[in-house]
Nanobody, 125 residues
Framework: QVQLVESGGGLVQAGGSLRLSCAAS????????MGWFRQAPGKEREFVIA????????YYADSVQGRFTISRDNAKNTVYLQMNSLKPEDTAVYYC??????????????????WGQGTQVTVSS
């Protein structure tokens, strides 16, 4: 079992930055690909970005290329999402997710095993 707790959401103006954190419980954090998804009102949950077990490789959606980065600290059981140049269309609930395995290119929500409760990010224009 892995429990995930996100933090760091909030309200920011367009062009601003936020950093989300996701703290994981358990001793096997380094065995999980970590990803971030988001869900806007009335829309399906969508993949944002993911990172492999060691943190050496990331995979991201085209919509966040060049603006969002993901990193992880396996010693602290934590994954981070740095969001820069935020746009109003980035407004959503952001979810941290864990997937047991090696492939960080899986983008379907049903391919992830554990989820956090979500944190709201609102970008004003």
């Amino acid at each position: 079992q892995v429990q995930l707790v996100e933090s760091g959401g909030g309200l920011v103006q367009a062009g601003g930055s936020l950093r989300l954190s996701c703290a994981a419980s358990g001793r096997t954090f380094s065995r999980y690909v970590m990803g971030w998804f988001r869900q806007a009102p009335g829309k399906e949950r969508e993949f944002v970005i993911a990172i492999n077990l060691s943190g050496s490789s990331t995979y991201y959606a085209d919509s966040v290329q060049g603006r969002f980065t993901i990193s992880r600290d396996n010693a602290k059981n934590t994954v981070y999402l740095q969001m820069n140049s935020l746009k109003p269309e980035d407004t959503a609930v952001y979810y941290c997710a864990a997937r047991y395995g090696y492939d960080s290119r899986r983008t379907g929500p049903d391919e992830y095993d554990y989820w956090g409760q979500g944190t709201q990010v609102t970008v004003s224009s």
